[in-house]
């Protein structure tokens, strides 16, 4: 009697586990965060949206449904919304800022690239760190 009990309860105790790390997992993928976007324009024709976003280090392209988003920068944090503002002021570039959803692994991305981007008031390396994490939301993204 005591192993048929013992049995049903580690039976149980792992149907419940291997359900909460399903539920998690699911839901973990599924979280979605609000980022500033700073966009550069948006255009009908791919073309036009790759030649501006050649005027830009490390800009990326959205595709969207009437057209294509050129992306300057994203960001998160005041601190690094502030950085890239200046950074994107710098370059003569005009921006349009505007809320963009994304998901739990861009977040993450966006997270350690901020880390970094709040060290630093190096304009060169600003530049990189932006281009470089733009690449890796592309990436992510795709």
């Known amino acids: 009697m005591k192993k048929k009990i013992i049995t049903i309860l580690v039976a149980l105790f792992l149907g419940g ?4 790390l399903t539920i998690h997992k699911f839901n973990f993928e599924n979280t979605t965060y ?3 976007a700073f966009q550069l324009g948006v255009y009908k024709s791919y073309d036009n949206a790759l030649e ?3 005027t830009a280090n490390g800009a990326i ?3 969207k449904e009437n057209g294509y988003e050129v992306i300057g920068a994203i960001a998160h944090s ?3 919304k502030a950085k890239l503002k200046e950074l994107l002021v710098k370059d003569n570039l005009e921006y349009y800022q505007k809320d963009i959803i994304l998901n739990e692994k861009v977040k993450e991305t966006v ?3 901020e880390l970094l981007i709040n060290a630093t ?3 060169v390396v ?3 760190l932006n281009e470089q994490l733009l690449k890796n939301i592309e990436e992510r993204m795709n």
């Open 34 to 36: 609000k980022f500033s």
């Open 126 to 128: 600003l530049e990189k």
């Open 111 to 113: 997270d350690e690239y």
């Open 78 to 80: 005041d601190a690094s």
């Open 121 to 123: 008031d190096d304009y």
């Open 52 to 54: 501006k976003a050649k």
């Open 17 to 20: 586990s291997m359900g909460f």
């Open 61 to 63: 392209i959205i595709s």
